[in-house]
Every structure is written in structure tokens, then in C-alpha cells.
């Protein structure tokens, strides 16, 4: 009996002792808790920061799923009153705060996923922290601009209205006050970029000008970036649509504003893109005595893309025209036009312009080229270009005379042929260019090499004089002498 009574004291003790440990723990937990909690929230009342330390993070990390909730959940309530500028925490505390629109989690979320490299997460969190944040609005329109830029405009506005940038001379306690009623606002920098760059949008959508213009002139005024730049092209050179374009076209024509032999005029359809097309034109038409007759005569900031119907009011002008336009697909000459795109280089240009002086491509041409280029004309032999001759391969020359005629009437370079029979082949049908010439003859002299511009046409072979591949092959190869010497010496055979 006495042993069943000191068993069940024992028993008794054990579980005052366990229920003890557990109260006991309890309280440190709820003391502890309480503690994490009063230092985080002091500390965003002081300094406007929420930073959790190793001790609090390895303290909530080991708390169980309930208890992390219902400390989350004190922590939200006490923080809504709180101007919270930074925050770093627990992913799991920034997605608790942030999915109850608690901004500065929002945003932290959206720059740590934008660290890491996770720019869709990024942007979805910059969207849902726009709604009161005019950096967040700001940050999300320059995301969305070339992909929805209807939807950009809206986010830029919301940047830049006034109810998100109280006046900026306000106290620092007042801007902080601003921030809970409005969300972060853009600061006086942040501001003038988000100007900038909502300037840039609105142009780049060819927006009219009563939307850009009273932000360009308050810019200039501010010297922000290359405005000032900017609104004096404007003033100069700005063609809000096509009908504008065609009556500067008219006027430069009426006005016989001839600086040169072959004026270019240089068209751009946003500011920025302006001065890098005209240093990029001015070095070709300065490296080679080549272009010496071309000079820039007027540029243009054109609104509006060309369509068919100005392109052929142009080729009837005595000018020629450069029109950049960055994302085309690629680039190309077209009668007195030559489109660029954003990869075209100096290189390119050069060999573009050539085009201009009568040089043909020695690659492939494409299908609608090959159509108009090698269609022959009912002729056996003519020229394509000043480096160029088609030959018609099924057609023998009754006499090697009348062969040796054609070759020296339509090949610019036939006098710089040492001997001109080592060309020509007899055949029992009569009279032709020899074929493969390239593994018989010294590939250093000039004559006639077969080269595939007219590559899939059923019966016309193109030739080049020299073997080797030139500028008109590969655009960053150099100009060969001999093609100048040919230029020059033919004449002015410009092909447009």
C-alpha cells in the first residue's frame, strides 16, 4: 500500500514537473515572441527599417506552421501604421505581408526575384505594388513598353500623377506620411528619369506631339539627357506624317538645294537615332573617293512609316534617301532608298551606297531580284553592274568575233583582260565563256569568274572579274581597286 502511494506522489510530481516545463516554455515562447515583435516594430518606428537578425530568423524558422501564422499575423497589424522604407525577412514572412498588400514586402519580393533572375515573378509583384507605389508603377511601365505599350502608358501616368509625388520639399516626416496614403513616392531623380523615359515611350509609339511636346520643352528646360538635343531636332527636322514628309521632299526640290551631286536625305522616325545615322553616313561618304558625288542635304524625324504609294512618290525625285528603322528584318537598297536596320554597320552601308554607283551583289539574289535582275531581256549577254555581266548559257556566238563584241561592250573591266581568248571555248554549236575557269587560269588574273547572283535562273550565269570574294559578297571585306578603277573609268552608269 505504501509503495502504490509513494508510485502515484511520484507520477504526481512528475507531471507538475512536465506541466510545469511546458507553461515554463510556453511563456518563453510568448515572451519571446513578444519580444522579437516590440524590437522589430521599434525599429520601424525609429529608422524606418524591418530587418530580422540570425537571432529572430532562427527563432521563427523554428517555430511550428500555427504559431509562425498567428506572429505573422500580430506583426501585419502592427505594422499598417508603420512607414516601413526597407525590409528584409523571411520569404515566407515577405509572401504573408505581401499577399495582405503590405508595400515594402511587395517590393522587396519584386527586387529579390529581379536578383535572382526570376523577371516574370518580378514584374507580377511590381504590378500589385503599383497600385500604391508610383516607383512600382514606374519600374513595371518600363517593363511592359515594348511588349503592351498601351498598358505602359497607363503605368507611366500613374508614376508621374501628382498624388504620387508630393511636392518634394516637403519634410521628411511629411513624405513619410505621404507614403502611407499614396504608396513610396518617386523622388525628385526618380522623377525626372520616369519623365525621360515615359518621353522616350510616347515618341518611340509615334504619339502626336500634343503628348510629348509640353514634357520635351520641360525636360530641355531641366537639361535632362540628350532633351535639349532632342527639341531642337524637333524644331528643325520633325515631320509629323506623310503628307509633311512629301511637301519637305517638294519644297528641297523646288528650291534646287542641290549641295552636291547626289544629295542624300536621311530619315529617322525617332530623335536618338538621328545624329548616329548621320556620323555613320558622313564616314562612308568620307572613306573613299568612291562617293565623293554623295553628301547629306537634309535629314528628317518622320512620325510615320513609308508606304508603297510615298516610296514610288520618292523614286521620282533626283534624291537619294536612308531610312533607319531599327527592328526591320533586314537590310536593303530600293531604287534611290536604302532601308537599315539596328545591325547595319558602316560596312553595310558602304556596299548599300555601292549599289547606288551600279554595283550588283555577287551572292544570291532573292526570288522577285532574280526575276527583274536576270531576266536577260532576249539578249545573250548584258550588264548587271559595273561588276557584272550576265551570259545567257544556252546561246553559242556564231564567231568568236561577235563574242569577243559582247564581252568588250557589256564588261566594264574587258580591257584589263591580259588576252581575252583565254576566255572562250569553241564548241561544236559555236562560241561561249569558259566554265570553271577558276581551276584552269591563275585565279589572280582578271577574266571572267562565274559567281551565283543569278543562281536559279534557267538560263543566265552571272560573272565577276575577280576570283576572290569582294565587298559586294561579304559587305566587310574591303573595295577592291580594280572596282574602283572600273567605276571611274565607265562613267557615271548609277544603277538606282
Known amino acids: 500500500m505504501a509503495t502504490t502511494r509513494k508510485l502515484k506522489v511520484s507520477l504526481c510530481v512528475i507531471l507538475v514537473i512536465i506541466l510545469f516545463s511546458f507553461i515554463l516554455d510556453a511563456c518563453l515562447q510568448l515572451y519571446l515572441a513578444s519580444k522579437h515583435l516590440n524590437k522589430l516594430v521599434q525599429q520601424a518606428h525609429q529608422s524606418h527599417h524591418l530587418v530580422f537578425n540570425a537571432e529572430i530568423t532562427n527563432w521563427f524558422t523554428a517555430q511550428k506552421s500555427e504559431q509562425q501564422k498567428y506572429w505573422m499575423a500580430q506583426l501585419a497589424e502592427r505594422l499598417q501604421s508603420m512607414p516601413v522604407q526597407q525590409i528584409q525577412a523571411p520569404k515566407k514572412v515577405l509572401l504573408y505581408l505581401a499577399n495582405r498588400n503590405y508595400l515594402p514586402a511587395q517590393l522587396a519580393l519584386a527586387q529579390q526575384n529581379d536578383n535572382q533572375g526570376h523577371t516574370q515573378t518580378a514584374a507580377l509583384w511590381y504590378k500589385r505594388a503599383a497600385v500604391k507605389s508610383a516607383y512600382a508603377a514606374y519600374l513595371y511601365a518600363n517593363r511592359i513598353k515594348s511588349t503592351d505599350a498601351q498598358s505602359a502608358n497607363d503605368y507611366f501616368k500613374r508614376a508621374l500623377n501628382q498624388t ?35 518621353l522616350q515611350h510616347l515618341i518611340r509609339q509615334n504619339a502626336v506631339p500634343e503628348q510629348w511636346l509640353p514634357l520635351l520643352t520641360t525636360l530641355a528646360e531641366k537639361n535632362k539627357g540628350n532633351s535639349q538635343d532632342w527639341l531642337k531636332l524637333y524644331q528643325a527636322h520633325f515631320r509629323p506624317n506623310l503628307q509633311r514628309f512629301k511637301r519637305a521632299l517638294t519644297d528641297a526640290v523646288n528650291n534646287a538645294d542641290l549641295p552636291c551631286k547626289k544629295p542624300i536625305h536621311l530619315i529617322t522616325h525617332q530623335p536618338w537615332d538621328m545624329a548616329a545615322l548621320r556620323q555613320a553616313t558622313e564616314r562612308v561618304l568620307k572613306s573613299d573617293a568612291l562617293f565623293s558625288e554623295f553628301c547629306i542635304a537634309q535629314q528628317h524625324w518622320l512620325a510615320a512609316n513609308l508606304n508603297r504609294e510615298t516610296r514610288w512618290q520618292m523614286s521620282q525625285f533626283a534624291r537619294y534617301f536612308i531610312d533607319y528603322q531599327p527592328d526591320n528584318k533586314k537590310s536593303y537598297k530600293q531604287n534611290n532608298l536604302i532601308v537599315l536596320n539596328k545591325f547595319s554597320d558602316t560596312a553595310l552601308i558602304q556596299h548599300e551606297i555601292a549599289h547606288w554607283l551600279g554595283f550588283e551583289d555577287e551572292y544570291v539574289l532573292t526570288n522577285p531580284q532574280l526575276q527583274e535582275r536576270c531576266s536577260g531581256q532576249n539578249k545573250a549577254m548584258f550588264r548587271l553592274g559595273v561588276n557584272l555581266i550576265a551570259v545567257d548559257s544556252q546561246y553559242y556566238y556564231p564567231t568568236k568575233f561577235e563574242l569577243v563584241q559582247s564581252l568588250e561592250k557589256y564588261s566594264t573591266w574587258s580591257q584589263y583582260v591580259n588576252n581575252l581568248q583565254n576566255w572562250i571555248i569553241k564548241t ?45 559578297q561579304n559587305y566587310q571585306l574591303a573595295i577592291p581597286k580594280l572596282y574602283k578603277d572600273l567605276y571611274f573609268a565607265a562613267g557615271d552608269i548609277t544603277n538606282n
Open 164 to 198: 504620387f509625388i508630393k511636392a518634394h520639399t516637403d519634410s521628411h516626416a511629411e513624405v513619410l506620411q505621404n507614403v502611407q496614403k499614396t504608396g513610396r513616392p518617386l523622388s525628385a531623380k526618380q522623377l525626372l528619369n520616369a519623365q525621360y523615359d515615359y
Open 428 to 472: 561544236e554549236l559555236g562560241y561561249q565563256l569558259k566554265s570553271g575557269v577558276t581551276k584552269q587560269l591563275n585565279t589572280e588574273a582578271i577574266g571572267y569568274y562565274p559567281v551565283e547572283t543569278c543562281q536559279g535562273s534557267n538560263r543566265f550565269q552571272a560573272y565577276k572579274p575577280v576570283a576572290k570574294a569582294t565587298f559586294m
